[in-house]
């Protein structure tokens, strides 16, 4: 987190009001990767790093935002906001629409945020961005939301607003975030249950690439179009099917193989993913890393071929992390084209895994890639 303090005086002297301050955690996904929005069953944790939002309300209709990370500030007058222009203040004013539309009373606040959460760097800065500003908004209101709506609402905003048709894991993912737990998420039910992750044994260790390629919006929302038409396809003959959670592999293989291959392909990815994540939780409870490790070789191969949402720079980073003393799995995390990988180290071999990580991947790039390891934190809250 970054230093309260300080950031509180950045607030006093830019706005002249003494602010409340709330925080939000990215997440890293272990296992279960473009499969929320086809609502299977996910398996982050939220990470100790955070976005954080100071705030403050103020008596005249607009809301000033001043980025820390842009150098920018911003204003938005409510009542006009409208979707899609791109700028990064979009994810505040969508918040904002999104919470009046729950009927929260979204008035005129001064806003500061700051990141550690990189964006572009897999591990969801806008989720983070998303639910910190939720949390400053209804604190600032008084009002009192379910944490799952304000998941919700926060899709809804990057979905409407920012025009990046994302799933809820995320937004999840930084409401019911606990520390030392990964998260069994059912993108369905939106049950959450926190799994154990003994940080005595083993270490989630984060990987960024720095590589980060435009097609990473465009080409998520045509991957979601072809899972449509793949569950278009089966429910002409199984009516009941509303997503590719209705189905394993092996009871549509035959009838996709007359499909167009890049919608049987997604299919057999997504399909299997979900089956992948059961197994995953299984061999977490049962503290199985080994099993946990090879679901994740799995789940990148899968991510790689029949997903083509991997690049260069992560297949090389999981191959590098694949040959270092000590680690059960690596694979890329988040929506792809770029960012980072995830991978499950055991404890005693993480520092150096680490730094080996990044020397072998500079060495081969030319590119000082940014190594976290992570501690699974907990979910958003207002910092007292
Ligand atoms: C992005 C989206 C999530 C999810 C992942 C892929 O992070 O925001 O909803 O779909 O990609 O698993």
């Known amino acids: 987190m970054s230093d309260l303090a300080s950031l509180r005086d950045e607030f006093r002297r830019k706005f002249g009001a003494e602010p409340r301050a709330f925080r939000a955690p990215g997440r890293a996904n272990l296992i279960g990767e473009h499969v929320d929005y086809n609502e299977g069953c996910v398996l982050p944790l939220a990470i100790d790093r955070d976005c954080t939002v100071l705030a403050a309300r103020r008596d005249d209709a607009p809301i000033r935002v001043h980025s820390r990370e ?190 167009p291959e890049p919608i049987r392909r997604r299919a057999r990815h997504v399909t299997r993913e979900i089956a992948r994540v059961h197994a995953a939780a299984q061999a977490l409870e049962r503290s199985d890393y080994e099993a946990f490790g090879e679901l994740m070789r799995q789940s990148h191969e899968s991510l790689d071929r029949d997903y083509q949402v991997s690049c260069v720079e992560l297949n090389l980073m999981v191959r590098l992390a694949r040959e270092l003393p000590g680690v059960y799995g690596a694979r890329m995390t988040g929506g792809g084209f770029g960012g980072s990988t995830v991978n499950l180290v055991r404890a005693d071999a993480a520092e150096n895994f680490g730094s080996e990580l990044a020397r072998r991947y500079e060495a081969e790039t030319g590119i000082h890639p940014e190594i976290t390891l992570c501690r699974p934190a907990d979910a958003a809250s207002e910092i007292a």
């Open 70 to 259: 842009f150098g920018e500030t911003a204003e938005i007058a409510l009542d006009a906001a409208r979707p899609g222009s791109g700028h990064w203040s979009q994810y505040v004013s969508g918040v904002a629409w999104a919470l009046k539309e729950l009927g929260v009373r979204v008035a005129g606040a001064d806003l500061f945020i700051a990141s550690d959460v990189a964006p572009g760097g897999g591990l969801s800065s806008s989720a983070a961005l998303e639910v910190s500003t939720a949390f400053a908004f209804a604190g600032l209101s008084g009002a009192t939301i379910e944490r799952v709506e304000i998941a919700r609402a926060c899709q809804r905003a990057e979905n409407e607003f920012v025009g990046m048709r994302c799933g809820i894991m995320d937004q999840l993912a930084a409401c019911f975030g606990k520390r030392e737990h990964a998260l069994l998420i059912d993108c369905r039910t939106l049950a959450v249950r926190p799994l154990p992750l003994d940080s005595a044994r083993v270490r989630v260790v984060v990987a960024n690439t720095m590589a980060r390629h435009e097609l990473a919006a465009s080409e998520y929302n045509r991957r979601r179009e072809e899972c449509e038409e793949a569950v278009r396809r089966i429910a002409e003959t199984r009516p009941a099917v509303r997503a590719l959670r209705d189905v394993s592999w092996e009871e549509i293989a035959e009838m996709a193989a007359h499909w």
